[in-house]
């Protein structure tokens, strides 16, 4: 699997933007950019994904650079609720396969 | 949303006891379930693929005999933690998907076990 890098922690203010970056530029063509969260002592929740495009969703936002090297997670108004661990994950076209999770991003959101 | 659900949210056993842990999906029917484990401070990491009605494919360094994967029905998959020591205390979590292409992966709340 493709692999990607994400920073491993982030700070916000609570009601500010974040935007959570992930790189990964041995992408293949075919590869769906996934989102994960995983709350504490929770199970992953998905997020968003997307191929190409740019995509919005009611919890995130995801922005694909042009070449699909990198993208970033847009949380437009972060909340207490959101500090979680972020999974920036690439997936087949099929997804038949289990998801492979790297280290991701720790998220904290300050109030 | 597709919703999976997994029994025990968390247990204590004691050395050398067997724990069952449950993953239903409650309204869509599961092929394929995945079963993670996860130490603290860490990232989730594969142990087994489950399929419906086969048997269940395990990543390297899982000892299958250790852990013990059933398939039987489309909504759920059951993980025994055979002869448990401390050192499998972890949280474990199982991940379902539906049969369409590329669809999202849905997870279970996760178990915490703690062997005692």
């Known amino acids: 699997d493709a692999k990607t890098t994400q920073p491993n922690s982030m700070e916000s203010n609570e009601e500010e933007p974040v935007h959570l970056p992930c790189n990964h530029s041995?992408?293949?063509?075919?590869?769906?950019i996934h989102w994960y969260r995983q709350l504490p002592s929770q199970g992953p929740e998905y997020v968003i994904h997307?191929?190409?495009s740019n995509v919005n969703n009611r919890m995130a936002s995801l922005a694909i650079a042009e070449d699909r090297k990198s993208s970033t997670l847009i949380l437009h108004r972060a909340t207490l609720r959101d500090a979680a661990v972020y999974y920036c994950?690439?997936?087949?076209?099929?997804?038949?396969?289990?998801?492979?999770f790297g280290s991701g991003t720790r998220l904290q959101v300050q109030p | 949303g597709a919703v999976v659900s997994q029994h025990p949210s968390w247990v204590i056993c004691k050395s050398g006891t067997s724990v069952k842990i449950e993953c239903r999906s409650l309204?869509?029917?599961?092929?394929?379930m995945f079963w993670y484990r996860q130490f603290p401070k860490q990232s989730l990491m594969l142990m087994a693929t489950?399929?419906?009605?086969?048997?269940?494919?395990?990543e390297q360094g899982v000892e299958k005999d250790k852990f013990l994967i059933n398939h039987a029905s489309l909504t759920l998959s059951t993980l025994t933690v055979t002869s448990a020591h401390p050192e499998d205390s972890s949280f474990y979590i199982c991940?379902?998907?539906?049969?369409?292409?590329?669809?999202?992966?849905?997870f279970g709340q996760g178990t915490r076990l703690t062997v005692v």
């Open positions: 994950i690439l997936r087949g076209r099929t997804g038949r396969r289990a998801l492979t």
């Open positions: 041995t992408i293949s063509g075919t590869d769906y």
């Open positions: 309204d869509f029917q599961a092929t394929t």
């Open positions: 991940s379902a998907r539906g049969g369409a292409e590329n669809t999202e992966a849905f």
């Open positions: 489950s399929n419906e009605g086969s048997k269940a494919t395990y």
């Open positions: 997307g191929l190409t």
